[in-house]
């Protein structure tokens, strides 16, 4: 199994691949309290601990899921914890925080290597996970690429790649966004995207040269392009300065 490390703030995440799933139809409308529509992988506000963001929890109120269901054993898929069913503790995590990142990767390495969609415990297939995720924080860009690397191992590229379009919506001026967009750019075979976020990370000032040497070892790197202003600054004036003997002499 091959992984694929992206590089976030302040801790690397790593990706799993996994193996070939089928295509599971899933509308990712935002859910809403209250007012969820029907889905297939279920309503995200159900009567359960939370549900709470892990980008702003993960070190306050998940702590309390993590030190009883995401425990190191479990995140490693070794066992489960207090439900004894690693399937049922990893699935209360997500239902408690469905962008766990960590728990997410988890669920796709785990499946993976039982060679099955879901395994005991789990209420839904592993693909549930992910869509649970994008409609409870569609903005969360670490889980679209997640789910990019999944459906790409799939090879559901084409979908694949419509997610990580998706997250470079809002990458803003993140570099590490748009580095780690370059690299699963680059797994799906979008060269020219790979390139341009290449492009855009060194613009940002991201030190890691990684993406350059795989472009540069597929023969698919190519220099940025100037920037305006220092294309302006090399442009020498069109009119000719007159010597300032000559101005003199016409006093």
């Known amino acids: 199994m091959k992984f694929l490390r992206l590089i976030t703030q302040p801790t690397p995440l790593l990706v799993a691949s ?10 990712q409308v935002q859910a809403v309290p209250g007012a969820e529509p029907a889905n297939a992988c279920g309503p ?23 030190d009883f269901h995401f425990t190191p054993e479990v995140e490693a898929g070794l066992r489960g914890k207090n439900t004894a069913m690693l399937g049922a503790d990893i699935d209360y995590t997500l239902k408690a925080s ?34 649970r995720a994008i409609r409870y924080r569609p903005d ?37 966004t748009h580095y780690n967009l370059g690299l699963l750019y680059f797994e799906t075979g979008e060269f020219g995207k790979s390139l341009a976020q290449a492009h855009k990370a060194l613009d940002y000032g991201f030190p890691r040269q990684d993406l350059v040497e795989k472009l540069k070892a597929r023969g698919m790197w190519k220099d940025p392009a100037p920037s305006p202003a220092a294309t302006a600054g090399a442009i020498k004036p069109s009119v000719a300065v007159a010597p300032a003997g000559a101005a003199s002499a016409g006093r």
């Open 140 to 176: 969360d860009n670490v889980v679209r690429m997640l789910y990019a690397q999944f459906l790409n191992d799939r090879k559901r590229t084409k979908d694949a790649v419509a997610q990580l379009d998706a997250a470079l919506q809002s990458a803003g001026d993140n570099p590490f």
């Open 18 to 27: 996994a193996l070939a799933w089928p295509l599971l139809a899933m509308s």
């Open 98 to 131: 469905p962008n766990h990142h960590r728990a997410l990767i988890t669920v796709s390495r785990v499946t993976a290597l039982a060679k099955t969609n879901r395994i005991n415990g789990m209420e839904w297939p592993v693909a549930c996970y992910f869509d």
């Open 44 to 66: 995200i506000y159900i009567k359960h601990f939370g549900p709470y963001d892990y980008r702003t929890e993960r070190f306050g109120q998940l702590q309390k899921v993590e």
